[in-house]
């Protein structure tokens, strides 16, 4: 079975500031692993999304992400904070299905 | 149309009666999900369908909740004798090639139901 953590229901950052969104995931092999980011109002929008290769996932809207083997974790890193990322991330695995597990989310609160 | 198209877009309904919820997935899209999301909690998969393959119906939470797919365009998700706790945002999501597990899923809006 796969299954997906989000430790933090919430973040708070000044804008800025750098991010760090914790992620970590069960499941026996090598799992796919996605970030998605959904404002208020709205559907989710992929930003970003690892199956294999580089550890070192770019994304969309300056966002990367690193999946940890040894950790069972792929956290979500942006360098600078912008007011308009305010919004709730989710992160999700998929392994030996095609339906994917989501996280709770983490809402992330940006301060001026 | 562009993506994923959910109506409407918020229903209010009194307990006990029922819904229709509605989705357009992008065009071409051969694999369509069907999701509820409570309040502050993640996403909840309700069923999956995928060409004309019979559905995956393994996350509906009980015989009150149906779906159907037209071939592999709308799909409309039925809630049956509404009770309050069935509030939530339904989000409905296609992807172009499941058989792919890394492949993308986009997402519409969602329907925000309220049931008093």
């Known amino acids: 079975a796969q299954s997906v953590t989000q430790p933090d229901i919430h973040i708070t950052v000044s804008e800025g500031a750098s991010l760090e969104l914790r992620c970590n995931y069960s499941?026996?092999?090598?799992?796919?692993l996605f970030w998605y980011v959904q404002s208020p109002g709205q559907g989710l929008q992929l930003l970003l999304k690892?199956?294999?290769?580089?550890?070192l996932v770019q994304g969309i809207k300056g966002f990367e992400a690193e999946f940890k083997r040894s950790q069972s974790s792929f956290n979500l890193r942006k360098p600078s904070v912008h007011w308009s990322d305010a919004a709730e991330y989710f992160c999700?695995?998929?392994?030996?299905?095609?339906?994917?597990?989501f996280g709770r989310g983490t809402s992330l609160i940006v301060h001026p | 149309g562009a993506g994923v198209s959910q109506s409407p877009s918020n229903k209010v309904t009194e307990k006990g009666k029922d819904v229709e919820l509605r989705c357009d997935p992008i065009s071409g899209h051969t694999a369509l999900y069907w999701y509820r999301q409570r309040l502050g909690q993640g996403l909840e998969f309700l069923i999956y369908?995928?060409?004309?393959?019979?559905?995956?119906k393994s996350g509906l939470p009980s015989d009150r909740f149906s779906a159907e797919r037209t071939g592999e365009s709308v799909s409309t998700l039925t809630i049956q004798r509404t009770q309050q706790e069935d509030s939530a945002v339904y989000l409905c999501?296609?992807?172009?090639?499941?058989?792919?597990?890394?492949?993308?899923?986009?997402f519409g809006p969602g329907t925000r139901l309220t049931v008093l």
């Open positions: 369908f995928q060409g004309n393959s019979a559905p995956d």
């Open positions: 999700a695995v998929t392994g030996g299905s095609y339906i994917p597990t």
């Open positions: 499941y026996g092999a090598t799992p796919y």
């Open positions: 690892y199956f294999s290769g580089d550890t």
């Open positions: 999501a296609s992807s172009l090639l499941p058989e792919m597990l890394g492949d993308t899923q986009y």
